[in-house]
């Protein structure tokens, strides 16, 4: 399962606070995406990038951050204008922007207390 | 933009049993439909993906086909095995960028 990580595996946050999730990959992959998972929905698109230095929002980016300053690092920080923030987070990348299969991490379990 | 619905939403098959799960996107470009299987606590990983210009693949147990015109698709599981539980997501690409996915469906394969 090698390749993609991140960390940490649970993270709390009170109410107002930001939060960074780390997401680091070996595979030399161009592409790297962040997705939000929570019960009974689907995968949603919070930010992706297709190369170093430049990134797009995705379908609920509202509320939350990126950047992408090295190949192999896609950070997002949960800021405190993210209302309902409490889900499971998937950072996932693919070798180029074209079709090509995306390989996820472990995920993020962010609760906010 | 690119919509995809997936049904049903639950699926409880006896072992043996085949399984089918069925997707339909609105964004008749999209050109890139995998499938992902993600079980409990875990990442989910690639079973299948499936490409416009071919109707239907196979690998082993799973197969996919794609109807462009219906645009629909859907994953069909034979032989069903305790092992194949688990939620099975499906996706469409609308552009080169990004993928959309489905709601998941949750498998259950009983013994």
């Known amino acids: 399962d090698g390749g993609i990580t991140q960390s940490p595996k649970y993270l709390f946050r009170k109410e107002g606070q930001n939060v960074t999730l780390s997401c680091e990959q070996n595979?030399?992959?161009?592409?790297m995406y962040w997705y939000r998972q929570d019960p009974g929905q689907g995968l949603r698109l919070i930010y992706y990038?297709?190369?170093?230095?430049?990134?797009q929002k995705g379908d609920i980016a509202e509320g939350y951050s990126v950047s992408r300053e090295k190949k192999e690092s896609f950070p997002l920080t949960v800021t405190s204008a993210q209302k309902n923030p409490t889900a499971f987070y998937l950072c996932?990348?693919?070798?180029?922007?074209?079709?090509?299969?995306?390989?996820f991490g472990p995920g993020t379990r962010l609760t906010v207390l | 933009g690119e919509n995809v619905e997936q049904h049903p939403s639950t699926l409880s098959v006896q072992e043996g049993d085949s399984a089918v799960i069925k997707c339909t996107y609105s964004?008749?470009?999209?050109?890139?439909f995998p499938w992902y299987k993600q079980e409990l606590g875990k990442r989910p990983q690639l079973i299948i993906d499936?490409?416009?210009?071919?109707g239907e693949k196979k690998d082993q147990r799973i197969a996919v086909t794609l109807n462009k015109t219906a645009k629909h698709f859907s994953l069909h599981i034979t032989e069903t095995q305790p092992e194949d539980s688990a939620v099975y997501f499906c996706?469409?690409?609308?552009?080169?960028?990004?993928?959309?996915f489905g709601t998941g469906t949750r498998l259950q394969v009983f013994p």
């Open positions: 996932a990348s693919s070798v180029t922007r074209t079709y090509n299969e995306q390989f």
């Open positions: 595979l030399n992959h161009d592409a």
């Open positions: 990038s297709q190369i170093v230095n430049d990134f």
């Open positions: 996706a469409a690409s609308p552009n080169t960028d990004k993928l959309i």
């Open positions: 964004d008749s470009a999209s050109n890139y």
């Open positions: 499936i490409r416009s210009n071919v």
